[in-house]
């Protein structure tokens, strides 16, 4: 009887020294690369309401990977996007995208961003008018569900994505694309007077 209550007390010791353990040591996150042929697109936006002084919208073609010999959930992914190293916007996206053992796929990660809140794009902004490709940078944490591992599981902050990005060569621009495309070379002209003007108290 006394040894069969001192093994219950090891095991229960065992037990709850796993469960203080840290689970997520047992799983690699998700990897994350620009999708093979698929450079990240963008679309110039002329101004409006929410964008005064225009901005852009990216699709970031991205591949994802499951390097776990199990299943998992890619819940969230949370960060920042870089160009050429200017931040550019915040990233929150609720995704609940299932991962089968080492599995992969690829996914559209849409952005919007708003040239009037970031004046450091002014050269981005003009290289992009111009088709020139911009590197970009997208640095965050995921969350994971794991199925007998955990739930709401973080990873990170690391870079998860990087590659280049380019307004699509689609040979004919139509008239709406040119039309956006002019009215934001001007409101990015106007873009050093405009922050001045706010910069006065």
């Known amino acids: 009887m006394v040894r069969k209550a001192a093994l219950t007390s090891v095991i229960a010791l065992t037990v709850q020294a796993c469960a203080g353990l840290n689970l997520s040591a047992l799983v690699q996150p998700p990897r994350f690369e620009q999708a093979p042929g ?3 697109e963008v679309r110039v936006q002329g101004p409006s309401g ?3 002084l225009g901005g852009a919208g990216v699709r970031l073609w991205t591949k994802v990977t499951n390097p776990n010999t199990f299943g998992l959930t890619l819940q969230t992914i949370n960060g920042t996007l870089f160009l050429e190293d200017a931040r550019a916007t915040d990233v929150d996206f609720p995704l609940g995208l299932p991962l089968g053992a080492g599995a992969e796929t690829v996914i559209p990660i849409d952005l919007s961003i708003s040239f009037s809140d970031l004046p450091g794009l002014g050269g981005v902004a003009r290289r992009l008018m111009n088709r020139e490709a911009v590197p970009y940078r997208l640095d965050g944490t995921i969350g994971l569900d794991v199925p007998r591992v955990g739930q709401g599981m973080t990873f990170g902050p690391m870079t998860l994505l990087r590659g280049e990005a380019a307004v699509p060569l689609s040979g004919g621009a139509n008239r709406t ?16 007077a405009v922050m001045r003007f706010r910069a006065q108290p």
């Open 50 to 52: 929410s964008q005064p």
């Open 38 to 40: 698929q450079r990240a």
């Open 177 to 192: 694309e040119h039309a956006a495309g002019a009215v934001a070379r001007r409101a990015i002209r106007m873009q050093p």
